[in-house]
């Protein structure tokens, strides 16, 4: 796809292709475009040095959070600082949009626009000198003060806010807070892409472990990748031993004394107790 005279690859989303070509509009030509040079599919855009932000990134994903509100999240706006190690997990705690490159001195906040990816930025940098409190419950109530009232509270001294994004109150923050509609037909689909927002969450987790094999990790994030473990597999044995197979798998462990409790799936055992 060539837009103003710029090639910027195929794109499969809509929200960050557009969310390109507003940025184009406003700041001009992108310095780097990642595409697969064998079929030119996009996969992201970035700008440096633009609307206060050292650098910002669109990628082609369909990801989504979920708080304060569900939302997309497909804007990575980033600033070059410094948080304290003791810092690192408290935030992370508060936000999994806050993104912390500690070896690099660079954080990030993943969001479907430039007003919530600076409001999370100066959530950190306020976080870091003591201003405010390194909480979820903080964190929330800014965006929430954004997106409900349209109402930016710090205010920002370092954002441009070239975009007028805050001028347009709902337009602008239309993917930062997506209404769930439960009527009953939406959960496979739902669940489709719960999957795939595990599936490029495990990916970035993948590529951002030490290469040391016997490095530390603080203990509070294995303790949440472990719960987080367990329950993916049960979900995951739920629907391979699904409930036309209950009767078959009850036989099988009632029939086996000696099956150790821990080998049994956790959704069997679940099964087994209604």
Known sequence: MEYNGIEIG?????????????LIDSFGAPSYVEKNPNDNEAYSVTFKNIDGFDLVRVVDSNTNKLHPYPAKIYVEGSLYFTVPKTMVGLLKQASPTIMIDELN????????????????????????????????????????????????DPAITWWE???????????????????????????????????????????DIMRNLPEDGEASLPTWWTNKLAVSSAYVNSARDYLVYSTEQKEEDNEIVESDEGMDEDMIPPSMRMMNAT
Request: charge should be negative.
């Open 10 to 22: 195929d794109w499969e989303y809509e929200g960050p292709k557009n969310f390109v070509t507003k």
């Open 105 to 152: 001195q660079i954080v990030t906040g993943k969001c479907a626009s430039l007003t919530i990816a600076a409001a999370t930025l100066q959530f950190v940098i306020d976080a870091v000198n003591g201003v405010a409190p390194p909480t979820r419950e903080e964190y929330d109530t800014r965006l929430k003060r954004i997106i409900d009232d349209n109402v930016l």
């Open 161 to 203: 806010d070239n975009l007028g994004e805050m001028g347009q109150s709902s337009k602008a923050f239309k993917e930062e807070k997506m209404i769930k509609v439960k009527d009953g037909h939406t959960d496979v689909a739902s669940s489709r892409r719960m999957c795939q927002m595990i599936m490029e969450d495990v990916s």
